[in-house]
Each structure stands twice: as C-alpha cells, then as structure tokens.
C-alpha cells in the first residue's frame, strides 16, 4: 500500500507543481488568512478518486472534502496542498500528506515536498526516508542550541493557548525559529535533522497525520503540550529530537493555559 500512497501522492504534486506561477481562482474559509484554491481541489480529487477507486470501503478525512466514514478498519487523512498561502503568494514551500491508519494507528505516511521533489514516508516499524535516504533526528540536548520550527494559526490574533509568548520566549531561549508556512515540511525537516523541534497549536488531522509517523519512525518525540502521546485529533502538538522535549515542554506550560 505504502508504494500506492506514494504514487497518488506525486500525482497529486504534478497537480500542484504545474500550477504553480499561474492564474487560478480561490475562495476564503473561515477568514482572509485561510483560503482554498482551485488547485488544492483539483489535487485532493484526484486522491479522492483513487481512494475511491482501489479502496472503495475505507474511510476519508480530507481537508476540503470533511469525513466519510465508513466501517473500514482503514482510513486515510489527506492534506492535498499543505501550504496553500505560500503557494498562492509564489512562495515555493508546500507539499501533498497523506496518512493511512488502521485502527486509529497510523500505518503509512507520506508528505511530497513539491517543488523540492522530496518524497518523505514512512511504514510503522520500518523507519523514515527522504527518497532513498534513511532518516533520523539530532541529538542535540541543548534547547540554547536547538532551531525551532513553528507555525500560527488562523486565529493567532486571539492569541490561543499565549502563543504569542510562547513565540517570544522560544526566540529568547533557542537558536533560532523558523516558520515555513506547511506543518508536514516542518515534519519532514524534523525528521531529517534539520531541525531540532517544530510546535504548534490548532494543527488539524491532515496537517499531521503523516507527519508524526515520520517523526517517530526518525526516533524523535510526539506529544501534546501536556507531555502525553499526540494523535491526529491532539489540538497542540510538540514534536522534537527527544533530548529537549522536557525542556520545551516546560517553557510551553510556562505560558499555556492548558
């Protein structure tokens, strides 16, 4: 199955890739910072389709679409364009992730880096790569010499959970923060050791789903802002190396009212 994802996946990023640069149309969701356009729906049809194709009894969460449930023990959590603002700005940082569980566990992830064509995936059990490279976080145990990755929600003007002072004192305490716009890349980076860490509040299913099981296939450490084992339904979400979980997990509750 893992090879199929994959597939799907890449095409779904030649979707994306030959529409990047050009005109297309979008809508706004919830507000003018979350929008949707006309090519991540014609990218996540295209997943759809073929779900509904080669696996017409499993479940579907898509981002777009919503959830069809089913009474399959499979289901598959697809994010079609994560990082529609910077693909919508020219900014070329986002990717296709798809996550398959079973049984509520994740079994498969893939996140396709597009316009840098790096596949990351993952089977439980059997590690992540990167291509044909195999991953695994830092080591690196010092928060002081540590790059952080995040992200902000769409509602970040209402600051939830403080993650404006969290922000703040993550920029005083770390190396350095880096914020990219596509929570599956910052997965992958993680995973690939690039960076140390990658937080953020009010992530989604498909922001996700495959890319805390290439985390943890890397050896590193998923949790929410509590310190307990994030799934995809798990609102704030902490994943690192593992040597300075701990830390961070104290700056965190410093701040969040949780």
């Not at 929008?35 to 479940?59: G, N, W």
């Not at 495959?210 to 995809?232: M, R």
Request: charged residues 25%; contains cysteine; proline residues 3%.
């Amino acid at each position: 199955m893992i090879n199929k994802v994959i597939g799907i996946a890449k095409e779904a990023g030649e979707i994306i890739r030959e529409g990047f640069g050009k005109n297309f149309s979008f809508e706004y969701k919830t507000n003018e910072s979350n929008i949707v356009t006309e090519i991540d729906q014609a990218a996540e049809k295209t997943i759809i389709d073929f779900v509904k194709k080669e696996f017409p009894y499993h479940s579907i969460i898509a981002e777009e679409s919503g959830r069809k449930e089913s009474a399959s023990d499979y289901r598959w959590v697809i994010d079609p364009l994560d990082g529609t603002t910077n693909f919508a700005h020219g900014l070329p940082i986002f990717s296709v992730s798809i996550g398959v569980q079973k049984k509520g566990e994740t079994i498969h992830g893939v996140v396709y880096d597009v316009m840098r064509d790096v596949l990351y995936a993952a089977d439980r059990g059997a590690g992540s790569y990167a291509n044909e490279r195999r991953l695994a976080v830092t080591g690196e145990d010092k928060l002081a010499r540590a790059l952080v990755a995040t992200g902000f929600p769409y509602d970040i003007a209402e600051n939830p959970l403080n993650a404006i002072e969290i922000l703040g004192e993550f920029l005083r305490t770390s190396r350095g923060i880096r914020r990219l716009g596509s929570a599956a890349i910052d997965f992958g980076y993680l995973a690939e050791g690039a960076f140390d860490s990658f937080y953020e509040v009010h992530l989604q299913p498909w922001d996700m789903c495959a890319g805390i099981l290439i985390v943890t296939e890397a050896g590193g450490k998923v949790t929410d802002f509590t310190g307990k084992p994030a799934d995809i339904f798990t609102p704030h979400v902490l994943s690192s190396n593992g040597a300075i979980h701990d830390v961070m997990l104290e700056v965190i509750g410093k701040f969040a009212k949780l």
